[in-house]
């Protein structure tokens, strides 16, 4: 069993992502992963800074490999990209977070929400809306409480049709963030146009928080941008308790990073959030 493990490594090594043959294979093992209910979801808990208290949770995709080891999603979204795989995986990762966020229970303050992470080609597809419907109806999951992650390049990507369906989404009452923000584009005249409420700040700029690098300079911007837009701030990648500390002295109100929490399965998440008040 050991061997054929690291064999099935090996066809999905990182190393041979040029190799038309490996990503075919991968194709058709991600098909097949679909109907053999190989994925799951792993959560990360998003922090109230002020209260240190767990009020969210973002939805990871992981692959859980027959050799029982889990594949993280760098390694095999560009390939669920690349082949449109990610519309029918992404539509079962809306569906099993609603399920599972609906059992959220409230423990100390409301019930805490689950963000989703979209990509580009579930919004060029079309029937997004619907989707979304279908698992809040599904779940019984309150809209309020799915937050749904877009990033910079879909806002951008055809600013007509996603506009509509990002508008559409927002009626349905969830909510919306721009996700890694600040690594994408230098026009942030979308940001007034889309009805988003959210920045979460991508973790490259929390590097040298604290240290003598611009990394400050950006955060306390966006920090700024949002306030002023009115608009909820995430920050991505906190790693130590002194960065913790600084962005909320900087007016941040929403942590995420390792030195809370790493993403962890969904039956570890509620005990972490009961062992927090
Ligand atoms: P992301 O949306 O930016 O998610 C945050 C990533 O940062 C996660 O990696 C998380 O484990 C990692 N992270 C969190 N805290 C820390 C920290 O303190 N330090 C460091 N170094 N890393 C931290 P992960 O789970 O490997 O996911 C990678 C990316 O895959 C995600 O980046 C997202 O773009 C994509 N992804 C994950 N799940 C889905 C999904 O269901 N659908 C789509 N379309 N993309 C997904
Ligand atoms: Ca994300
Ligand atoms: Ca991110
Ligand atoms: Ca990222």
Redesign the pocket.
Known sequence: AKASGRNCHRFFDDSMQGDVQDRMRMQVGLARAIEANEFELHYQPLIDLKTGRMVGAEALLRWRLPDGSLMPPAQFIPVAEESGLIVRIGAWVLHEACRQASLWPAINGPAPWVAVNLSALQFRQGGLETLVAAALRDSGLAPGRLELELTESILISDPASVLAAVTRLKAQGVMLSI??FG?GYSSLSYLTRFPVDKLKI??SFLQDLGGRGQGQTIVEAVIGLASNLGLACVA?GVETAEVARLLKDLGCGYGQGYYFARPMPAEQLMAFARAQT
Do not use: A, G, I, S
Request: overall charge negative; charged content about 85%.
């Open positions: 996700d890694d690594t991508d973790r991505e």
